[in-house]
Structures are given as structure tokens and as C-alpha cells.
């Protein structure tokens, strides 16, 4: 079984501060993608990042992926509070089909 | 494009009951994933449906099922419910040329009394 863990859990930051959220595991994925979800909604795809290395950036937002392809995280710049949501993280394993292994969430409350 | 929909939206009902919940995907994708969210446990896959055949499977019990239809619609059903099947169940669609990029739907929120 293929798990993913996100960290941290919880998150609340004054607008302008910079965060990094965390995913690992310890299974090699072929390819990982993060997701924003918010209230009522369901998840959005922010990226995703398919080499062992790539680093992608959107605006604020700066995604890695780690050399190995068992963790990324994802870096906010200056936050918003328009980036308040819940952020996941999500891996593809290989033979998974299409099947996404999701973490268990970052909940991310940026305060003006 | 309309974005993938589901049918109801919300549910109330109670232990012992069945549920059916629906899915519509965008236009022109042939693949449908479930997946349930509860706050302890997250996102967890349920099953995927490509072309009304599933693909794969999640670690659910046999209470949980799904269909795909011709026109790549989607349904799930849940039997013989349990307090802990309540929670937000989301499917998502995927295309060929979509890639790895899945479009989610708002969800079902089901309560079970």
C-alpha cells in the first residue's frame, strides 16, 4: 500500500508570510500532482510534476519534486488570503492505473 | 465545456438504507474515478470505470459498487449503509487527452443517521 504523508496539518499565517507544505513517502511515484480544494467545492488541479528534480512554478506558488519521486512540497510566496483552502498533495503510482493516492491535507488559513 | 456534475448534492438517510449517488463527466471523457473524503481518513479511491468496464478497484467492501453507462455517465451505490459511510464522495473525470489531469466533481455529501 501506497501512503503519502502531508505536513503540516494545519496552517495559519499573516498575509505576506511565506509557507512550505510537505509530502512524503517512502514508494517511488510516477508522477505527483497537488490539488486546492475549497468548501463545498470539490479538489482543483494546481500541477503536476513528473521528473525526479523538476521544480514548476505558477505565479507564487513553487512546486518540487524531490530526485528519488517519493516527495515534493509546495512553497507560497508572500500568501494571499485568496490562498486559503485545503491543499493536497496527490501520487501516481506506477502500475496504479489511474488511480491517485492522495495525503492527508493541508489546511491553510491566511489571515489579512 | 460544463464541468463534471453530480447528482444530489446533498443526502440525508439512514443506517440500514441504500444510496445511489451520480456522476456526469465532461464531455468526451470516457474515464470516471470515485473517490470518498472523510476528515480522519481523507481522500480514499473507490473504484474507476473506463469505457463501462472498472478498471480498478479500491480497498472498500462489497457494499460499495458503481456502473458506467454508454454515454460514460456514472453511478455508485452503497448498500446496507453505516454511520462511517458518511462523507463526501467525489468523482472525477479524465480523458485520453486530458493526460494525468483530473477534473473533479463537487460531490455528494451523504449523512447517515
Known amino acids: 500500500t501506497q501512503l503519502l504523508e502531508q505536513s503540516p496539518q494545519f496552517l495559519s499565517i499573516q498575509e505576506g508570510e511565506n509557507l512550505t507544505v510537505y509530502c512524503n513517502s517512502s514508494?517511488?511515484?510516477?508522477?505527483l500532482q497537488w490539488y486546492r480544494q475549497e468548501p463545498g467545492e470539490g479538489p482543483v488541479l494546481l500541477v503536476t510534476?513528473?521528473?525526479?528534480?523538476e521544480v514548476k512554478k505558477l505565479k507564487r506558488l513553487t512546486f518540487q519534486f524531490g530526485d528519488a519521486r517519493k516527495d515534493s512540497s509546495l512553497h507560497i510566496t508572500a500568501a494571499q488570503p485568496g490562498d486559503t483552502g485545503l491543499y493536497l498533495c496527490?501520487?501516481?503510482?506506477?502500475?496504479?492505473?489511474?488511480?491517485?493516492?492522495f495525503g492527508g491535507g493541508t489546511r491553510l488559513m491566511v489571515k489579512p | 465545456k460544463a464541468g463534471v456534475t453530480q447528482t444530489p448534492r446533498y443526502l440525508i438517510k439512514t443506517r440500514g438504507q441504500q444510496v445511489t449517488l451520480s456522476c456526469s463527466p465532461i464531455?468526451?471523457?470516457?474515464?470516471v474515478s470515485w473517490y470518498q473524503q472523510t476528515p480522519g481518513q481523507g481522500l480514499q479511491f473507490l473504484f474507476e470505470?473506463?469505457?463501462?468496464?472498472?478498471?480498478n478497484k479500491g480497498n472498500f467492501p462489497g457494499r460499495f459498487s458503481g456502473r458506467q453507462f454508454s454515454n460514460s455517465r456514472s453511478e455508485m451505490n452503497v448498500s446496507t449503509l453505516e454511520l462511517g459511510d458518511s462523507a463526501l464522495y467525489l468523482c472525477?473525470?479524465?480523458?485520453?487527452?486530458?493526460?494525468?489531469?483530473?477534473?473533479f466533481g463537487p460531490g455528494t455529501r451523504l449523512t447517515v443517521l
Open positions: 472525477a473525470s479524465s480523458s485520453l487527452t486530458s493526460g494525468l489531469t483530473k477534473f
Open positions: 514508494s517511488v511515484f510516477s508522477s
Open positions: 510534476v513528473v521528473t525526479g528534480g
Open positions: 496527490a501520487g501516481e503510482g506506477y502500475n496504479a492505473g489511474n488511480m491517485l493516492t
Open positions: 464531455s468526451g471523457h470516457r474515464s
Open positions: 470505470y473506463f469505457s463501462e468496464t472498472q478498471r
